[in-house]
């Protein structure tokens, strides 16, 4: 089967579950402002839940994937829990691996294996409280006396506290860490903001990195080592230097550009010419078509997920890891080449009579020098990404799978010397 058709199958995999919200191998629950598993109520399967406020209570013998502005499991999840929103509460059972990202997040409940954290908080700083309708989300990180880790635990966040127990090894990287864990494996901290209660216990080596040593227990660890951060304090460079670096390295890109060009116009020239010819007979069209699928595959990657999740449930992992790749490869290498086409397309609006070399290299020339500039070449690059991206959709969708004629005025390809 094609990939254009297991896209396309995906796509209707999406409209089935926006619509019904339910499939045939897993739960789905979308478009709810409250979703509530009560404490008698069982979910034999795997449970997507996309909603406002999360709320398990009840049981659920699979996966938990949940994703809101509130998510708090007071139940029990038999497998893995994906969880991702402002505020995340576990003061129930998540029987395997559980990851979390979050502002802030609050564990007070047992975790069978390991345990991943991505939380936010300000070291040294107020975190103001993030407030959702009539909830109140501390942002930071905390794990509660209570909590039993089975596994490991690796902890990426702003600031916040570690207690409870593990079973394992904990790695820690924090603007501001307050230990009070007891870990039966070795711990790694990296903070400029260590403290150490008399609580905290590591039955192997404790290790920390930061600018300077820090004044820890001695009965924390059999053995404390310490690992000073270095600033590698940076040379002042001079305006000459700043631009010279920044003209040879302006030269280099447009260098790989004219290699580029000169080889796609001289064995793929459909593959530039044909989306700059839409994109200069409908540029509105591939504009708000390249917008629509930058954002729904790039800035909202949950579509892009879905699509692979999707995939995977009703045809497989290989047929989902051929979806991933391919999507993946198509919008890097648009990123990458999107220069080529929407060069060409204003190489020929600027010099129509120019052969097209020519005005590939022109056009090129113009999108590189400004996607250099600070600040502005942002946003041209981005331009350029979403124009090229929308073009070539376009042109593809156009064709049908099929050679289709050039909308652009017929030419002679350019590329050996001599010719």
Do not use: C
Not at 153 to 180: R, W
Not at 281 to 299: Q, R, Y
């Amino acid at each position: 089967m094609k990939l254009r058709t297991w896209f396309i199958m995906g796509l209707i995999g999406v409209l089935l579950f926006a619509i019904t919200g339910t499939a045939a191998a897993a739960s789905f629950i979308g478009d709810q402002e409250v979703y509530h598993l009560k404490a008698d109520q069982v979910i034999r399967d795997d449970l997507y839940v996309g909603a406002n406020e999360i709320i398990i209570d009840g049981t659920v013998e699979g996966d938990l994937f949940a994703a809101g502005s509130y998510v708090e499991i007071n139940g029990t999840v038999t497998g893995d829990l994906f969880a991702a929103a402002a505020g995340v509460n576990i003061s129930g059972v998540v029987a395997d691996d559980a990851r979390v990202a979050a502002a802030g997040v609050e564990i007070s409940g047992t975790i069978g294996d390991d345990l991943f954290i991505g939380a936010g908080g300000m070291a040294g700083g107020f975190s103001a409280p993030i407030t959702l309708d009539n909830r109140s989300i501390a942002q930071g990180l905390f794990i509660r006396p209570a909590t039993e880790v089975g596994g490991d635990l690796f902890v990426g966040a702003g600031a916040g506290q570690i207690a409870g127990h593990v079973a394992g090894d904990l790695y820690a990287g924090m603007g501001a860490v307050t230990l009070s864990a007891v870990v039966d494996g070795d711990a790694e901290l990296g903070s400029d903001a260590i403290t150490v209660t008399d609580e905290a216990r590591v039955a192997g080596e404790l290790r920390y990195a930061s600018s300077q040593a820090q004044s820890l227990p001695s009965a924390v660890a059999s053995k404390i080592v310490f690992e000073q951060i270095v600033a590698v304090e940076s040379q002042p460079v001079s305006f000459w230097q700043t631009a010279l670096s920044w003209t040879w390295r302006t030269v280099l890109i447009l260098a790989g550009f004219l290699l580029l060009g000169w080889l796609g116009l001289r064995y793929m020239p459909q593959a530039i010419r044909g989306p700059a010819g839409v994109l200069r007979h409908e540029t509105g069209k591939s504009a708000v078509t390249g917008l629509l699928a930058a954002v729904g595959l790039i800035f909202i990657p949950l579509v892009t997920i879905l699509l692979i999740v999707l995939m995977a449930i009703f045809w497989g992992g290989f047929p989902a890891a051929v979806l991933g790749l391919a999507l993946f490869s198509l919008l890097a290498l648009t990123w990458i080449f999107s220069p080529l086409v929407t060069g060409y397309w204003l190489g020929r609006l600027v010099l129509p009579a120019q052969t097209p070399l020519v005005a590939l290299l022109t056009g090129v020339a113009v999108v590189v020098i400004l996607g250099r500039l600070p600040v502005l070449g942002g946003f041209v690059y981005l331009i350029s990404f979403v124009l090229a991206l929308g073009a070539i959709l376009v042109h593809r969708m156009g064709r049908g799978g099929t050679p289709a004629p050039e909308k652009i005025p017929a030419e002679k390809v350019m590329p050996v010397p001599g010719d």
